[in-house]
């Protein structure tokens, strides 16, 4: 019982199930989630989602207690300039919001 909550806890302490969760709605959306490796460009945000007509939205995932580290927001704010839409999600709740925002429109 122990290891079970531990393994719980440590999970909700870390992105992956909410960036996980990402991966699933929007493809059940249609869209598709990609993690993008950029040579050379560390930073980049964790997924980077297409859906239609031809709309392109980065969203960076962050444990619930972590915020961005310098050189994230540095990237971000580069994004934001170029007119591209940058999301941090912390929460599944976060992602469906995100969601329904840049897909309900495509």
Known sequence: MANRLKTMLSKQKTEAP???????????????CLKLAIIGK???????????PGKV???????PNKDLRKSQAWFRRL???LGFTVYVAK???QVDQILD???EAS
Request: net charge positive; glycine share 4%.
């Open 18 to 32: 909410v960036e996980k969760y990402c991966v699933t709605s929007v493809q059940k959306r249609g869209g598709l």
């Open 42 to 52: 560390r930073n980049f945000p964790d997924r980077t989602i297409l859906c239609k």
């Open 91 to 93: 929460t599944k709740e």
């Open 101 to 103: 925002k840049e897909m």
């Open 79 to 81: 994004l934001l300039r």
């Open 57 to 63: 939205f980065f969203i960076e995932f962050k444990a």
